[in-house]
């Protein structure tokens, strides 16, 4: 009897909730504005808590070197400035000349690819394997006319980005300053609203929560980091030309789950292939050489088990965030289905592991 009376509690709580979703379709008005400050802000958000996360253990360290947090940031600031003004002088130029010689040789780039392709076509090997009727130069340029309309339809929403940088510029570093100062004080706050008896398991919640997402965005970004050095290793060592500009791009890309990876192996084919049929084979052996490394090597003693999804979730959860919020659907839905996992956990510990078995009795 008591377990149907916790069951019938359950079912009340979420219907409730369902009832709450289904008022809030029906005053829609209300929320629009709402949303649309949302899309606003929520760049500079992101951003914010990246650095937030990446920058935090360096400000707790000076400040209990006796350091003021303000200054501490501030000069984190200053060195982040410097840092950035040296990356420009030193990177910089090489990185422009590589992405404008590309830019310009685009035409002649295509023409080689299909040049290459056509000798691949006439070639006895690759004939033998294919069917009669079947082009694979012409099936190759039209998958390359589809991807460079799905580039398009993205390069028009950059344009957009674009017209708002200014204020992400502005803005994001002001809330980073807020978020760096004030430190661990939003969690407080949050546990604060809870009721007193519940207090210490929120604090807890929110420390497993704030660990979690430390331990994702750092680890990220070292992983990355040595998967940006294996690749420009590998492509300097086959002779790869914008070797930088191509490693960069894949630094960035795989920051995106998944699908990140396959993306940026596109152009790095596609670049050797122009080069010649082998250097594009090596490439493609590179950047599968570099995955695994990062996969089976750095990874694993990056994350540990602080990292808990299984491959086929992340798949999944990346399917779900690109169909319902584009690229930063498949940004923010990792760490946020991170949130509801440990959300879930403690709740279902707090409320129905050990508040089951008191009722059964």
């Known amino acids: 009897m008591a377990k149907l009376n916790l069951f019938i509690r359950i079912c009340a709580a979420v219907l409730l909730v369902l009832g709450i979703v289904y008022v809030g379709t029906l005053v829609d008005f209300i929320f629009t504005p709402l949303y649309s400050l949302f899309k606003v802000i929520i760049i ?102 589809k991807g460079f309309t799905l580039v398009s339809n993205y390069v028009s929403g950059l344009f957009s980005f674009v017209s708002n940088f200014a204020v992400i510029l502005f803005t994001f570093p002001i809330i980073l300053f807020y978020m760096l100062k004030e430190g661990g004080k939003f969690g407080r706050k949050i546990v604060s609203f809870m009721p007193r008896k519940f207090r210490e398991a929120g604090t807890r919640m929110m420390a497993d929560i704030d660990y979690a997402l430390s331990s994702f965005i750092v680890g990220r970004v070292l992983v990355n980091l040595a998967l940006g050095v294996l690749m420009y290793l590998g492509f300097l060592l086959i002779g790869l030309p914008y070797a930088l500009l191509l490693t960069l791009i894949a630094v960035v890309m795989n920051f995106v789950p998944f699908i990140g990876a396959i993306l940026s192996a596109v152009p790095i084919f596609i670049i050797g292939v122009i080069e010649s049929p ?73 409320f129905i592991r050990h508040h089951w078995p008191e009722e059964s009795h």
């Open 44 to 145: 500079p958000l992101m951003l914010a808590g990246f650095f937030y996360y990446l920058l935090r253990p360096l400000i707790d360290w000076m400040e209990k070197r006796k350091l003021n947090r303000t200054l501490a940031i501030l000069l984190v600031y200053l060195g982040i400035a410097i840092l950035l003004l040296s990356f420009s002088i030193g990177v910089g130029p090489s990185l422009r000349t590589q992405l404008v010689t590309l830019v310009n040789n685009a035409p002649n780039l295509f023409e080689a690819m299909n040049e290459q392709l056509q000798k691949l076509e006439n070639s006895e090997l690759l004939s033998s394997f294919m069917p009669e009727g079947i082009s694979p130069s012409s099936q190759i340029t039209e998958y390359l006319n």
């Open 278 to 350: 082998s250097t594009g084979l090596w490439a493609i052996i590179v950047v599968l050489a570099a995955q695994q490394i990062q996969d089976n090597v750095i990874a694993p003693y990056v994350f540990g088990k602080k990292l808990d999804i299984h491959p086929l979730t992340t798949i999944i959860l990346v399917l779900v965030g690109g169909d319902l919020g584009g690229i930063l659907g498949i940004l923010l839905i990792i760490p946020i289905y991170m949130i509801i996992k440990i959300v879930a956990v403690n709740v279902y510990e707090l």
